[in-house]
């Protein structure tokens, strides 16, 4: 952790999400909304099909950020806006996510992290952004 | 109907102290792919606790919210300490603010999320809009 600069650009992480994923993060989280696994539910309330849950792709954002911190534990603060859905379509392949992220600053706080999790070249997360403890 | 503007600071009984057993812990890691280091639940897992001081505020019939008409806004979280096996966790919800847009409801939800000794471990902020009857 101690040697992320200000300005550094993280590696970009890739994560390929399918309705299995979806299926299985509804069992271990316990939210059970059908617009996350039904289409028939999900295409009645106005969506295109099946949507992961916003949480799911927040979680996305935080194994990213594991990942850069080099362990779980680190990180201090996480936020974001659900601005557009994952739709994932009911097939073998699915859809990939991307975590992008760019350290913005150091503070006594920690290490200030702007994010981007996009999915087919959209952002999908409003301003997500997080904090991880200095090493 | 609008969700009445006396909601705001209100705060809810705390939730049912709920287990982050090693069993949880690690379904919710591997659902997510996170690493598990066999104690660290991931950073979002605390979502699980706070879900359930939601679903009381929803579910609460003198609040007048529709669970069908509620999309979740956003969701951020502060950490005093992140969430290890063993914790027994409870939820305190508190409506931080109500504001009416285009006819929803946007409810500001902080949830003090805590250990069996009282002791904070988290604070989940989230936004809950509550979208306005469809006039057909």
């Known amino acids: 952790m101690s040697d992320l600069v200000a300005g550094e650009t993280l590696p970009t992480q890739t994560y390929r999400v399918t309705r299995s994923d979806l299926v299985r993060y509804?069992?271990?989280?316990?939210?059970?909304?059908?617009?996350?696994?039904?289409?028939?539910?999900?295409?009645?309330?106005?969506?295109?099909?099946?949507?992961?849950h916003g949480m799911f792709t927040m979680a996305l954002a935080a194994r990213a950020l594991d990942t850069w911190a080099g362990a779980p534990g680190l990180v201090r603060e996480l936020g974001c806006k659900f601005t557009k859905p994952v739709v994932v379509p009911d097939d073998d392949e699915?859809?990939?996510?991307?975590?992008?992220?760019?350290?913005?600053?150091?503070?006594?706080d920690g290490v200030h992290i702007a994010l981007e999790v996009t999915c087919g070249g959209e952002k999908v997360l409003g301003m997500p952004k997080a904090v991880l403890a200095r090493g | 109907m609008a969700v009445d503007t006396a909601l705001v600071g209100r705060t809810f009984p705390p939730t049912e102290p709920y287990t982050a057993t090693r069993e949880k812990v690690l379904e919710f890691a591997r659902a997510t792919g996170s690493e598990f280091d066999g104690k660290?639940?991931?950073a979002t897992f605390p979502i699980v606790v706070a879900f359930a001081a939601m679903t009381a505020l929803?579910?609460?019939?003198?609040?007048?919210?529709?669970?069908?008409?509620?999309?979740?806004?956003?969701?951020?979280?502060?950490y005093t300490r992140p969430v290890t096996v063993g914790d027994r966790l409870s939820a305190t919800l508190t409506v931080d603010s109500l504001r009416q847009i285009g006819g929803a409801d946007i409810i500001a939800t902080r949830s003090e999320i805590t250990d069996e000794q009282g002791a904070p471990v988290c604070t989940a902020f989230a936004t809950l809009v509550h979208r306005a009857e469809e006039s057909a």
């Open chain 1, 94 to 108: 699915g859809v990939e996510v991307q975590v992008a992220g760019t350290v913005k600053n150091l503070t006594e």
């Open chain 1, 26 to 52: 509804a069992g271990a989280s316990g939210d059970f909304n059908p617009i996350h696994w039904s289409d028939r539910v999900a295409t009645t309330v106005g969506l295109p099909g099946v949507i992961a």
């Open chain 2, 58 to 78: 929803m579910e609460d019939p003198d609040v007048g919210i529709s669970l069908h008409r509620v999309v979740h806004g956003d969701q951020r979280f502060t």
């Open chain 2, 40 to 42: 660290t639940a991931p």
